[in-house]
T-cell receptor
């Protein structure tokens, strides 16, 4: 059974204080690892897809990296608008996504 | 691109009634659509997968007679919660993947969700 574990559960940051979120996974046949952002009461918003170990992708203050067992989402110099729940999901070859529980990030001005 | 809409965004109904939720892909053809539910402070749980023109495949523990899914076209899937009860109250979210022209939209793009409250 595919498993995705995200840590920490919650992260409180001061504006400008960089940090990293972790996503560790076990999956039989990884097709891709996805990062989404979810705001309260809304659907997840796509951020990144990573397909192979060593791959990195960046978008504004966010950078995602992938190894064979885990992925990191680095938030550089966060702003209050980066406050959200960040979800990690693994996709197996049947295209189904298995989600982690998420990390709720709060950035204080 | 890759926009998915849902309607309604929220609905309140009486126990025993049925509720239909629509999910539409606006700028690509959704060959596969997925339905999830999310309880407060929990992550998304996959309920079922539907391919256009085929019967939906339900995850273990999801009652197929209670949650009716129809994927009649490449841009529309519907979820009908039949004989709804208070325990069915949840946030229901759809996602879609497919093609746009020659491009494969491999990523699952999510709709904004529907908040269902059953009284």
């Amino acid at each position: 059974e595919d498993q995705v574990t995200q840590s920490p559960e919650a992260l409180r940051l001061q504006e400008g204080e960089s940090s990293s979120l972790n996503c560790s996974y076990t999956v039989s046949g990884l097709r891709g690892l996805f990062w989404y952002r979810q705001d309260p009461g809304k659907g997840p918003e796509f951020l990144f897809t990573l397909y192979s170990a060593g791959e990195e992708k960046e978008k504004e203050r966010l950078k995602a990296t992938l190894t064979k067992k885990e992925s990191f989402l680095h938030i550089t110099a966060p702003k209050p608008e980066d406050s959200a729940t960040y979800l990690c999901a693994v996709q197996a070859y049947d295209y189904k996504l298995s989600f982690g529980a998420g990390t709720t990030v709060t950035v204080r001005a | 691109g890759a926009v998915v809409s849902q309607h309604p965004s929220w609905v309140i109904c009486k126990s025993g009634t049925s509720v239909k939720i629509e999910c539409r892909s606006l700028d690509f053809q959704a060959t596969t659509m997925f339905w999830y539910r999310q309880f407060p402070k929990q992550s998304l749980m996959l309920m079922a997968t539907s391919n256009e023109g085929s019967k939906a495949t339900y995850e273990q523990g999801v009652e197929k007679d209670k949650f009716l899914i129809n994927h009649a076209s490449l841009t529309l899937s519907t979820l009908t919660v039949t004989s709804a009860h208070p325990e069915d109250s949840s946030f229901y979210i759809c996602s879609a993947r497919g093609t746009s022209g020659r491009r494969i939209v491999d990523t699952q793009y999510f709709g904004p969700g529907t908040r269902l409250t059953v009284l």
